[in-house]
Nanobody, 114 residues
Framework: QVQLVESGGGLVQPGGSLTLSCVVS????????MGWFRQAPGKQRELVAT???????HYSDSLKGRFTISRDTAKNTVYLQTTSLKPEDTAVYYC????????WGQGTQVTVSS
């Protein structure tokens, strides 16, 4: 069974930054795409960013320029760097891995508030 464990969330003031991490129990190269999604209270889960096995990245248009997805294959870890955070970025952030099956982590809470 593949496990994804997110960390790095927390309470941050508007304009602040956080780096989220997703540690995977299997080599991340075995997945054709990995991504970060988020779900705010009362809203549907939405795509934040993805990174393919080949290293190509894709971002939600509304977040491009503020968020950066990256990976460390040696550590089986995918990161999401978030900057210039806004209150509307408050959500639970989930890591996803797509291979022969789809895998999700338990999520990490990000709260942007003064």
């Amino acid at each position: 069974q593949v496990q994804l464990v997110e960390s790095g969330g927390g309470l941050v003031q508007p304009g602040g930054s956080l780096t989220l991490s997703c540690v995977v129990s299997r080599t991340i190269s075995s997945f054709w795409i990995m991504g970060w999604f988020r779900q705010a209270p009362g809203k549907q889960r939405e795509l934040v960013a993805t990174i393919t096995r080949g290293g190509n990245t894709h971002y939600s248009d509304s977040l491009k320029g503020r968020f950066t997805i990256s990976r460390d294959t040696a550590k089986n870890t995918v990161y999401l760097q978030t900057t210039s955070l806004k209150p509307e970025d408050t959500a639970v952030y989930y890591c996803n891995a797509e291979g022969s099956n789809s895998y999700w982590g338990q999520g990490t809470q990000v709260t942007v508030s003064s």
